[in-house]
């Protein structure tokens, strides 16, 4: 996940093996703080679980996959894995590293709903202040669906079609800012989607289903334009690195394709995971809508009992008052 220098790593990267599925595992990127972040996200989503157990409350089982296998797994995949050592060798690997980053991950945490069960179990006194900066007016700003699309969707133009990522592979606070950009981004865009938090301000489904689909074909438009950009990306760097078995051209290629074709198949299964929740929130409508009128029915038969009992009583008959 470093980014070392310009010099560094062109004298590093001709040390380095072509990329294979099998170098996820042999090159893996040891980034210490990284480490320490997830494990400690991991050990407080767990405590926090095993809070509600022990005081016989439920968690899904669900969700604790989403949020920890998945959602924390993806990012040490994408920051940890071998995704991190090439990210600044291969365009290809950064754009894998991107894509995990600021879809895959965010999508699996907004479905471990880590803020219920932080109000959940948190005591009162950071409770009170989680729920106030959730009704922030600062929160509330940047988590606005449309601000949030922005963002979203003006990234990766801004990035790979300004000077923004060529100034990534030779400025390391600037290279960590990009990830973590690409996380808070991706979160703020999914969480009021498809997250499963109770977020304020959160748009009805059918508006949110309008925005996704909206949103679906620009990455693939992007990855278009990457594939067929008359220059290349971050040439003079790229070209110093001197790799003998991938050509930069072939390289940006490749990574233009990956931006194409997965952010398609990721936009996809996050709306077949959107309309499955639509579908169960409207479940959930009917039963409760039912539930009420099954009341209202019992309560006005047992008015009429009533009313029929005072009427034996008084020695009338009994008519039915329906």
Known sequence: MSAPTALTSISASSEL??????????AANLDQWMAIALVAAAGLYLYGV???????????IGRTLAFVPGGLGIVAVATLSGLGTYDDTLFSAHMIQHMLLSMVGPILMALGAPVTLALRTLPAKPKSWLLKFLHSRYFRLISHPLIAFTFFIATPYALYLSGWYPATLTSTWLHEFTHVHFMVVGSLFFWPLIGLDPLPGRWPYPARALMMII?????????????????????????????????????????????????DLISLLMLAAFV????????????????????TTGEDNALEAYNAHLARLAGRPVTDQR
Do not use: C
Request: without cysteine; hydrophobic residues 40%.
């Open 17 to 26: 093996a072509p990329f294979t599925p099998a170098t996820l595992f042999t």
């Open 50 to 60: 095993h809070k509600l157990r022990a005081r016989g409350d439920r968690w899904p």
């Open 215 to 263: 949103s679906m074909p620009l990455h693939a438009v992007l990855g278009v334009i990457i594939m067929q950009m008359a220059g290349r990306i971050a040439t003079a760097y790229y070209e110093g690195l001197n790799l003998s078995w991938i050509s930069p051209e072939m390289d940006q290629q490749v990574g233009g394709g990956l931006l194409w074709a997965s952010g």
């Open 276 to 295: 499955t929740q639509w579908i169960r929130s409207d479940e959930r409508t009917a039963a409760r809508i039912d539930r009420q009128l099954d009341r």
